[in-house]
């Protein structure tokens, strides 16, 4: 089972800045695809962005111009740097990575 951590969680303004970091435990980390995720209280868990082991990279439209995704495969980390943050970015950010695993979520709150 590989374990994932994340990190990098906060209170921010809005128009701030947040960068999330989630640790995985996996030897196979740098071949593997890997996500962000987000769930807001009372919606459903939805996409943000995901990274190839190539460093291909896809957003959702929520997100895209705002949101950078990336990945450090010796430090077996994936990166999620939030810009121009905005209320309705409010939620438990998740990590998704090899085998369906996920991490505990850190929580991100957009408010003035």
């Known amino acids: 089972q590989v374990q994932l951590v994340e990190s990098g969680g906060g209170l921010v303004q809005p128009g701030g800045s947040l960068r999330l970091s989630c640790a995985a435990s996996?030897?196979?980390?740098?071949?593997?695809?890997m996500d962000w995720y987000r769930q807001a209280p009372g919606k459903e868990r939805e996409w943000v962005a995901t990274i190839t082991s190539g460093g291909s990279t896809n957003y959702a439209d929520s997100v895209k111009g705002r949101f950078t995704i990336s990945r450090n495969n010796a430090r077996k980390t994936v990166y999620l740097q939030m810009n121009s943050l905005k209320p309705e970015d409010t939620a438990v950010y998740y990590c998704?990575?090899?085998?369906?695993?996920w991490g505990q979520g850190t929580q991100v709150t957009v408010s003035s």
């Open positions: 998704h990575g090899p085998g369906g695993s």
């Open positions: 996996a030897m196979i980390f740098s071949i593997a695809s």
